[in-house]
């Protein structure tokens, strides 16, 4: 059965969430037999999340079934969704009640509905599992097909990794039909342990209210968030419960990264960062906590059973140390490849296990990796190859400011969220990087566009 819910003790809390609800391995059991009185042949289903115990058995009834879900939030633009159903045409759709409008109705339960959404479903690889959308946009059509093998070895691989086991209660605040927080749920359910589902976030003091009296033992973020909590003060609250704080979804800045870091290690905590991508199920290397403050900055080395490494622009791999190239990831996690319409859901494996990041790195000596910028993320100016992501970084540190660049190779526009500071920053960044001030344009933006897990939307800015 899928990540061996039936190998657990049925009488376990597998899920819980901040509005109330809880159900046991043995419930999820149970409700995955119903789900398949209702559904009795592999089909395709929508899945509606707002991240409470609802969407999570609308997932985990599906999968069990071999039914292939395509997970999406519950709030997305309603043109958007509809426009995903004429092209994927899905047989069933699993919503919060409170969403259903004149559609027919074949059963509810945990504040969800069962819908059918009378198309019949294109034919499937045998092999497809699950669809997500790519991290850019949860309106594309372009998604992401992984089989049972790729979330298998991923759950199992971070299991192993974080040492996870029965007692775990992680945070998860990320969206499940997000790629990083659906790898905390798979991961954590692998274990045998009780996952704690809200939608809230940490600005709100209910988030906290449930994260102290649930005793939740780990939260896992994007760099957002960690930004966030800094700014609420987190190194000074008392939270007994916590053991393991983990980041991923994007690189953290240095210096907060630095500090967590030394916060973890100063309280007897890990602060273990990742990396990875939706085409790889999510998480594809980790920085050991013991190495948190050594490596501050690097995302670590594969995770088991995975192997990363560097090629040139020829497709040579690269050896030597601290030589920049992009960097490919060969595991069994990685997925089959993209759908971009029903027809392509009868695709197989076009990737076989090895995945070109589109990322730039280097490798020290030790073989700890550095991301060092998006392959697509560079522009040209002046005659000069410079980085998007780090001249963000170097912004970010320097004024105390969030900041999203983008341009062509004629000019630079930075996005920075102070009304001030404008001439400083484009002098400051043309000395940093040795070009001249006049290719930078700094705009102030009251609040930089992302999406609901946190990643900014570039194509917004463009």
């Known amino acids: 059965m899928f990540l061996d819910i039936d190998k657990k003790s049925s009488n376990t809390i597998a899920l819980k969430d901040s509005d109330g609800g809880e159900v046991t391995?043995?419930?999820?059991?149970?409700?995955?037999?119903?789900?398949?009185?209702?559904?009795?042949?592999?089909?395709?289903?929508?899945?509606?999340?707002?991240?409470?115990?609802g969407a999570a058995m609308g997932y985990l009834g599906a999968m069990i079934n071999h039914i292939v879900p395509l997970m999406l939030g519950a709030f997305m633009d309603q043109e958007l969704l509809d426009e995903l159903i004429n092209i994927y045409r899905p047989q069933y759709i699993w919503k919060p009640v409170e969403m259903v409008s004149n559609e027919k109705i074949l059963f509810t339960d945990y504040r969800y509905a069962l819908v059918a959404a009378g198309w019949e479903c294109y034919p499937m690889y045998e092999e497809l599992a699950l669809l997500l959308t790519t991290s850019g946009s949860?309106?594309?059509?372009?998604?992401?097909?992984?089989?049972?093998?790729?979330?298998?070895?991923?759950?199992r691989n971070i299991?192993?990794?974080?040492?996870?086991?029965?007692?775990?209660?992680?945070?998860?605040?990320?969206?499940?039909?997000?790629?990083?927080?659906?790898s905390v749920l798979n991961s954590h359910l692998y274990s045998g342990a009780t996952v704690l589902l809200t939608s809230l976030n940490v600005l709100n003091v209910q988030y906290w209210d449930f994260f102290k009296s649930q005793c939740a033992t780990s939260?896992?973020?994007?760099?957002?968030?960690?930004?966030?909590?800094?700014?609420?003060?987190?190194?000074?609250?008392?939270?007994?419960?916590?053991?393991?704080?983990?980041?991923?979804?994007?690189?953290?800045?240095?210096?907060?990264?630095?500090?967590?870091?030394?916060?973890?290690r100063q309280t007897g905590r890990r602060f273990i960062v990742t990396y990875g991508q939706t085409e790889g199920s999510a998480r594809m290397s980790y920085l050991p906590a013991e190495y948190a403050v050594e490596k501050c900055g690097s995302i670590g080395k594969a995770i088991p059973n995975g192997y990363?490494?560097?090629?040139?622009?020829?497709?040579?791999?690269?050896?030597?140390?601290?030589?920049?190239?992009?960097?490919?990831?060969?595991?069994?996690?990685?997925?089959?490849?993209y759908a971009r319409s029903g027809k392509d859901l009868i695709l197989g494996d076009e990737r076989h296990g090895v995945l070109y990041t589109g990322d730039m790195a280097k490798c020290d000596e030790d073989g700890?990796?550095?991301?060092?910028?998006?392959?697509?993320r560079f522009l040209k100016l002046c005659g000069y190859r410079v980085g998007l992501d780090e001249c963000e970084d170097i912004i970010k540190t320097a004024f105390n400011t969030?900041?999203?660049?983008?341009?062509?190779?004629?000019?630079?526009?930075?996005?920075?969220?102070?009304?001030?500071?404008?001439?400083?920053?484009?002098?400051?960044?043309?000395?940093?990087?040795?070009?001249n001030f006049s290719v930078f344009l700094v705009c102030f933006i009251d609040k930089l566009p992302r999406n609901?897990?946190?990643k900014i939307l570039y194509n917004k800015l463009e």
């Open 25 to 53: 391995y043995g419930k999820v059991i149970e409700f995955a037999n119903i789900i398949q009185k209702y559904i009795k042949k592999r089909t395709l289903i929508f899945v509606l999340n707002n991240n409470c115990v």
């Open 219 to 264: 939260i896992t973020n994007v760099p957002y968030a960690y930004e966030l909590l800094k700014k609420l003060r987190f190194f000074r609250m008392k939270l007994p419960s916590l053991k393991i704080l983990s980041q991923g979804g994007g690189k953290l800045r240095e210096d907060l990264n630095r500090e967590f870091a030394e916060y973890a």
């Open 308 to 337: 990363l490494y560097l090629i040139d622009e020829a497709g040579n791999e690269i050896r030597e140390a601290g030589v920049i190239g992009e960097m490919v990831y060969r595991g069994p996690n990685v997925t089959l490849g």
């Open 159 to 182: 299991s192993i990794f974080f040492e996870l086991n029965p007692e775990e209660k992680p945070m998860l605040d990320l969206p499940i039909n997000y790629t990083y927080g659906l």
């Open 368 to 376: 700890f990796f550095y991301i060092v910028g998006r392959k697509k």
């Open 138 to 155: 949860t309106g594309s059509p372009k998604l992401v097909r992984h089989s049972y093998k790729n979330l298998e070895a991923q759950a």
């Open 452 to 454: 609901e897990a946190g």
């Open 402 to 435: 969030e900041c999203t660049c983008v341009g062509n190779d004629e000019y630079m526009r930075i996005y920075v969220t102070i009304n001030h500071h404008h001439d400083e920053i484009r002098h400051y960044i043309a000395d940093k990087i040795n070009i």
